[in-house]
Structure formats: C-alpha cells, structure tokens
C-alpha cells in the first residue's frame, strides 16, 4: 500500500504571495491532518478533514486553509506569505476511527517551504 | 502553551546499552500517547503507542511506560544499535470521538545518538 505522498517536496516563495500544498492520503484513510514543524516550536497541529468537512482547528491565523476532495485527497494554502512561515509542512493520515484510542497517524515526507 | 514536553533536546548512547527516551504531559484528559521516529528529511513514523488503561507496551526492542499519576511516560530501546540514531517525538491525543477530529500534540522531540 502506497503511503502518504505530499508534493512538491521543495518550495521557494516571496513575501506576500500565496502558496498551495498537496497531500494525498493513505489509500481508504478518509482523516487528513495538516502540522507545521519548525526548529524553534516542533510540530503543531494547523487543522484536520474528514470527508471534506475541517473538524478540528490548530491555533494558527485565517491565512492559513485547507481543504478535502471526495477522493480524501487535501490541499492546504497560505496566502500572504511571511518569512516566519517557513517551516516543513508534514500531512498526515488516519482511517476512520473514535473512541477506541486508534488515533495512529500516518505521515508524508513533507513540503520544504522556504519563504525569501 | 506547551503541554507535552520531552525535556532532554539529546542523547547519546553506545550501541547495545538501555536508551531511555522522557516524555511528561500536562493536560489529564490525554488518554492515548504515541512515538515517532523522524530521520532527516523524511516524515515522522509511527514507532509505538500506549493507551491509558495499560501501563506498558511492548514491541521487540521497544517499550513505552506510561505513569498517569506522575503524567510521565518514557520509551525504552534495548540493545540500542545505530540505525536508531534520530529524534524521537511523543505524542498525545484525547479522547477521539466521531467530531472531535484527530490532533497530535507534538513534544518537541529528543535526538538520539547511538554510537558504535
């Protein structure tokens, strides 16, 4: 089974513009997560879908968005970019499942983005 | 704030000794608690986990000990060998329910070297 893939691998972006990153889930797993991982801060959570529908939410500003296709396939954006932004973007995902503590996640290789 | 910790940024051991990986929580509604291994460019993976009701888990050289009353639990490697060598991040997550959603809060991670 193929595992979760996120592209590109590598991104450079300017202040101010915006930027999409892609995800693909974990073939049946229908929970996508996204998590900013920066030296000074290490993972944290921005937001998590679940047949399309956001049911969690990070403490980060609007900028930062997300979304889920039918196909369980997400896209995160952050629009006006800024130089703190810079950071590995890691998507991560789960099969459906609550209550029974089998909350493992799954995660990608990550984006790279690098804002100038 | 930060409410998992792993207070110790690095370690080193020499191959075929005990690795002894902390980890402390401050929020008691956790009630599922998991490991990763990260590599240099590559994403987290899941390496094992442990519920609340349990107190151990084993999986071959690895074993995670969960203490509730002290909000404490640790990640055992034995023997050690290289290929361990990399940062370890525990994680925990509440109780998941159908509309809660999954998010993972990170520790911001111990990286461990084995030495020959």
Aim: with cysteine; net charge positive.
């Amino acid at each position: 089974k193929a595992g979760v893939t996120q592209t590109p691998r590598y991104l450079i972006k300017t202040r101010g513009q915006q930027v999409t990153l892609s995800c693909s889930p974990i073939s049946g797993h229908r929970s996508v997560s996204w998590y900013q991982q920066t030296p000074g801060q290490g993972l944290q959570f921005l937001f998590e879908y679940f047949s399309e529908t956001q049911r969690n939410k990070g403490n980060f500003p609007g900028r930062f968005s997300g979304r889920q296709f039918s196909n369980s396939r997400s896209e995160m954006n952050v629009s006006t970019l800024e130089l703190g932004d810079s950071a590995l973007y890691l998507c991560a995902s789960s099969p459906q499942g609550w209550g029974s503590g089998k909350n493992i996640q799954y995660f990608g290789a990550g984006t790279r983005l690098s804002v100038l | 704030d930060q409410q998992v910790k792993q207070n110790s940024p690095s370690l080193s051991v020499q191959e075929g000794r005990i690795s002894i990986l902390n980890c402390d929580y401050t929020n008691s509604m956790f009630d599922y608690f998991l490991w990763y291994k990260k590599y240099p460019a590559e994403g987290p993976t899941f390496l094992i986990s442990i519920s609340s009701i349990k107190d151990k888990n084993e999986d071959g050289r690895f074993t995670v000990f969960l203490n509730k009353s002290a909000k404490h639990l640790s990640l055992h490697i034995v023997p050690s060998q290289p290929g361990d060598s990399a940062v370890y991040f525990c994680a925990a997550s509440p109780p998941l329910t159908q509309n809660s959603g999954y998010a993972l809060n990170f520790g911001k991670g111990t990286s461990l070297l084995v030495t020959p």
